[in-house]
T-cell receptor, first 119, second 113 residues
Framework: GAVVSQHPSRVICKSGTSVKIECRSL??????MFWYRQFPKKSLMLMAT?????????EQGVEKDKFLINHASLTLSTLTVTSAHPEDSSFYIC???????????????FGPGTRLTVL | GESVGLHLPTLSVQEGDNSIINCAYS??????FIWYKQESGKGPQFIID?????DKRQGQRVTVLLNKTVKHLSLQIAATQPGDSAVYFC????????????FGSGTKLNVKP
């Protein structure tokens, strides 16, 4: 149980295009999902908190118009990188909480990540 | 966000030895910590957690120690195996921040056969 998937796993796009990344909780409902960004050999940086049915909350320094987040249902959150540039190339990882698990004191389940390369 | 850092960026150990990975955190009000393991090209995998009202917690081959006085966290891996080779992160959650976690810089563990 508690499986989180991401799609696509890898994407290569041209500069100026927009890319959508999906995060799905496969066997539980997640009212809250989180999006992280990770540069090579670096740590995960929290970008935003995705809330089902409401606007996402962004961490300081993260452009909300650049990284659009939509949490359309209890099992799906999407991150759209708009007008992508080479500096947006990174590994994007989502996570989700299962608030109904007895032993899930704040535990998050991570997706496998999406490798974005902008040419 | 909180600042969480690690003392050692890389650690090489011999198979069978014990490993100790350290982490320093800056927010004394943080109330929950998790150690994650991340293999190349994959998302983080939960290893063990500890609440701030504890100073030690043991799992299978792993132990987490929390020293709130000096804001220090460590992960001990007993009888390290080649499959333990990965990057290890500590993550910190402060109180009242709606379950947001902030990650440390990571330590790469190399297990030599």
């Amino acid at each position: 149980g508690a499986v989180v998937s991401q799609h696509p796993s890898r994407v290569i796009c041209k500069s100026g295009t927009s890319v959508k990344i999906e995060c799905r909780s496969l066997d539980f409902q997640a009212t809250t999902m989180f999006w992280y960004r990770q540069f090579p050999k670096k740590s995960l940086m929290l970008m935003a908190t995705s809330n089902e049915g409401s606007k996402a909350t962004y961490e300081q320094g993260v452009e909300k118009d650049k990284f659009l987040i939509n949490h359309a249902s209890l099992t799906l959150s999407t991150l759209t990188v708009t007008s992508a540039h080479p500096e947006d190339s990174s590994f994007y990882i989502c996570s989700a909480r299962d608030p109904w698990r007895d032993n899930s004191y704040n535990e998050q389940f991570f997706g496998p990540g999406t490798r974005l390369t902008v040419l | 966000g909180e600042s969480v850092g690690l003392h050692l960026p890389t650690l090489s150990v011999q198979e069978g030895d014990n490993s100790i990975i350290n982490c320093a955190y800056s927010n004394s009000a943080s109330d929950y910590f998790i150690w994650y393991k991340q293999e190349s090209g994959k998302g983080p995998q939960f290893i063990i957690d500890i609440r701030s009202n504890m100073d030690k917690r043991q799992g299978q081959r792993v132990t987490v120690l929390l020293n709130k006085t000096v804001k220090h966290l460590s992960l001990q891996i007993a009888a390290t195996q080649p499959g333990d080779s990965a990057v290890y992160f500590c993550a910190e959650k402060g109180p009242y921040n709606f379950n947001k976690f902030y990650f440390g810089s990571g330590t790469k563990l190399n297990v030599k056969p």
